[in-house]
């Protein structure tokens, strides 16, 4: 979840409050959303170079009271990246008003699909691998379906724009961005300091 968060370098809260600022179909809503992906990639290999250089320190760490992380630490990596673009076409939806086939894809289908994995596991018809391989896959599929979805709505607007409102409000942005980030790592960290 942290690292989810902090991949995503604030997008996902920038996206619902700036976006009716580039909002312009005609005119590609001014490269929003290639502009906001290209953060995000930024922000997720940043976080994944951090993340492979801790690597030793959680070995140290966890490697005694939780193997399987140790164990299954690099699957982390695709399954942060399909839940960072996840949230941010979730965002990039819901600034459309388009909310409903992510609620869907996130609350149904993919309780669904973790109930599938968890079922095939019980009843021994995989190992415990291929249980977190199909669980990855499970949530890059998803991001894959609100992808598809993105595209069918003719919002898919991947390719850069030169905009000048977005060299404008860029600074603004980010300020806003760094504010969404200490937000968010805040929630995440107060949902989670039972466990750690």
Same mark, same amino acid.
């Given at each position: 979840?942290?690292? !989810?968060? @902090? /991949?995503?370098? *604030? ?19 001014? *490269?929003?959303?290639?502009? &906001? %992906?290209?953060?995000?990639?930024? *922000?997720?290999?940043?976080?994944? #170079? ?5 690597? /030793? ?5 966890? *490697?005694? %009271? ?6 299954? =630490?690099? =699957?982390?990596?695709? $399954?942060?990246?399909?839940?960072? =673009? ?8 819901? !600034? ?9 894809? %996130?609350?149904?289908? &993919? ?8 079922? $095939? ?22 991001? #894959?379906?609100?992808?598809? =979805? ?5 919002? @898919? @607007? ?23 980030? $200490? &937000?968010?790592? &805040? ?8 466990? $750690?």
């Amino acid at each position: 979840v942290v690292y !989810a968060q @902090f /991949s995503t370098l *604030g997008m996902v809260g920038t996206s619902l409050r700036f976006f009716p600022f580039f909002e312009e179909k005609e005119k590609k809503h001014h *490269g929003f959303l290639f502009w &906001g %992906s290209c953060i995000v990639m930024v *922000g997720f290999m940043l976080v994944s #170079v951090f993340f492979i250089f801790c690597k /030793s320190w959680v070995v140290k760490h966890y *490697g005694s %009271s939780s193997p399987l992380l140790v164990n299954y =630490y690099y =699957y982390l990596i695709p $399954l942060a990246l399909a839940t960072v =673009y996840f949230n941010f076409f979730d965002s990039y939806l819901r !600034a459309l008003l388009k909310t409903v086939v992510s609620t869907i894809l %996130s609350e149904f289908i &993919g309780r669904i699909f973790i109930t599938i994995c968890i079922s $095939l596991y019980a009843l021994q018809l995989i190992n415990f691998r291929q249980f977190v391989v199909l669980y990855v896959l499970s949530t890059c599929l998803l991001t #894959v379906i609100l992808i598809i =979805y993105t595209i069918y709505l003719k919002q @898919f @607007f991947i390719f850069p724009v030169r905009s000048r409102r977005f060299r404008r409000l860029f600074k603004v942005i980010m300020v806003y961005a760094i504010y969404s980030i $200490l &937000g968010a790592l &805040g929630g995440s960290i107060i949902y989670n300091v039972d466990s $750690l």
